[in-house]
């Protein structure tokens, strides 16, 4: 498996669990870290039981579009897989170029996407797209949205519908109890400062709740500072505290302390909520969630969480002050994420489905 992704050390326990299964030996090669909004993101060795980890340097590091493993040859060469997983986008130079060496060898290929807008690139992602469309042997789409997506672009071969990564309960366990006091309510927000993520949307929903409603803000990008001002403009700064980017370990303990956990991400033209892993997180872990209806999001909370129609912080505010009253919902709020994440987002369901994937593709050689 090829898989930039895979640095974030909560993400290898789906690869562990891949390799509990005894018919697969499993090499997974990650670049040493990955820049993206949030800065460089070094790999993290946190799940690294029975498979190999190996490390490849990239060129041109934080470019979705450019990057690529320039020794790539040599490690396949030497490692002859049966099957090239290669976790990532069809129009990207990295799969462009990781099929093509991986097919000269013989080995069968499959991509993954959790590209859910249909859009059109200039060349030569176009032609590289082409390319992998037609030669690759199977697709994962991360979503019911991305396979539509890439059967009406051409794509014709095998797939399966399979979440990138799933959640390992005992590293998100459900907390003890109910958080809320009355000393106040703690709100979150996990992820990219970006426009799409609609963080702005939440600080003005907070300002419609009470002083006893805090945020805590946890990530990086480059909307920090115009988020700061927004909260300094709407009289919140003291209820608001920008925390750092974290590691991946350290996430599950934050989650634990929150009364909710919000995303509130907002359709741009050139992206919607993919997924929003960090609901599943927040869900495992007995945080009540709420979610704008942009994406995937309301698929993935199910009836286990509260849902507002994107960019409106009135309604928002209206989501979040029904949990702060009813103590009764929150707790049945947050039985039912756990429950739906046991059973259906897990990293042994997502790994065992990834298996079966490859098996289909051994038998077909």
């Not at 640095?7 to 990955?34: C, F, M």
């Not at 988020?227 to 003291?238: H, N, V």
């Not at 929150?330 to 298996?355: D, K, P």
């Amino acid at each position: 498996m090829l898989s930039k992704a895979c640095v974030v050390g909560a993400y290898q326990g789906k690869l562990e669990q891949i390799a509990s299964h005894n018919d697969i030996d499993l090499t997974v090669i990650v670049p040493p870290r990955w820049r993206d909004e949030r800065g460089a993101l070094p790999l993290e060795r946190a799940h690294t039981r029975g498979y190999r980890l190996l490390v490849e340097p990239i060129l041109f590091n934080g470019s979705y579009h450019f990057y690529f493993y320039p020794r790539l040859r040599r490690r396949l060469t030497a490692l002859h897989p049966d099957i090239l997983h290669i976790d990532e986008e069809p129009y990207n130079l990295a799969t462009w170029h990781a099929l093509r060496l991986a097919q000269r060898q013989g080995a069968r290929t499959l991509f993954f996407s959790w590209q859910n807008i249909k859009r059109r690139y200039p060349w030569p992602f176009s032609a590289m797209e082409s390319h992998v469309l037609r030669r690759a042997d199977a697709a994962i789409f991360g979503s019911a949205g991305a396979r539509e997506v890439w059967r009406a672009k051409g794509y014709r071969g095998r797939d399966a519908v399979i979440p990138q990564f799933g959640i390992d309960p005992n590293l998100f366990p459900m907390r003890a109890e109910d958080t809320r006091t009355e000393m106040g309510f703690s709100v979150g927000f996990v992820g990219r400062l970006v426009r799409e993520k609609g963080v702005d949307v939440l600080l003005n929903a907070l300002a419609e709740l009470p002083e006893a409603v805090h945020l805590t803000v946890i990530g990086a990008g480059p909307e920090r500072a115009a988020l700061g001002q927004l909260a300094a403009r709407l009289g919140i700064s003291e209820r608001v505290v920008f925390g750092p980017w974290l590691p991946s370990t350290e996430i599950p303990g934050r989650l634990r302390r929150l009364d909710a956990l919000v995303l509130p991400s907002r359709t741009t033209p050139h992206w919607k909520e993919q997924f929003g892993r960090v609901l599943l997180e927040a869900m495992a872990s007995g945080a009540p969630v709420v979610g704008a209806d942009c994406g995937e999001i309301s698929n993935v909370i199910g009836s286990a969480g509260l849902l507002f129609p994107e960019g409106d912080s009135a309604a928002l505010a209206a989501a979040l002050w029904q949990l702060i009253e009813d103590g009764d919902l929150r707790q049945r709020v947050s039985q039912n994420g756990r429950a739906r994440v046991l059973a259906h987002f897990t990293q042994a369901q997502v790994a065992a489905e990834t298996v079966s994937v490859y098996r289909r593709l051994a038998s077909a050689a």
